[in-house]
């Protein structure tokens, strides 16, 4: 689980919602949190994205402030790939693009 350092994370109510919504024994990629979809891509200000990712919106995303949770499979992607995956403005909009980037991932992250 990400949260922010000012975030209070009540862990038996974490625990009852995902033993009540998600299947642990599931292999499949999750991405659990308050997901942002055709969110415009920030071209100036504190946000503002590298001039390297050419989309002019972000594929859905899960908003790092309100924390969330990647499964397993997600870490492991992330951890084999980390050397080659490029580190964009911020750790949740760049865990959305890297997903996106991979044709595997994209397909089965739920």
Known sequence: AKVDDDTVVRVD???RYLKQRHDSSSSNPKVIGRI?????VQ????WREHSNYKHTTYPPWAMGSCG????????QFV???KDSLY???GEDT???IWIDEDPIMKDKVT
Not at 68 to 75: A, D, G, K, L
């Open 13 to 15: 109510s974490l625990t």
């Open 36 to 40: 942002i979809s055709n969110s415009p």
């Open 43 to 46: 071209t100036d200000g504190k």
């Open 68 to 75: 969330h949770i990647v499964s397993r499979s997600v870490v």
């Open 79 to 81: 951890t084999t790939n």
């Open 87 to 89: 580190d964009y403005q």
């Open 94 to 96: 760049s865990l959305a």
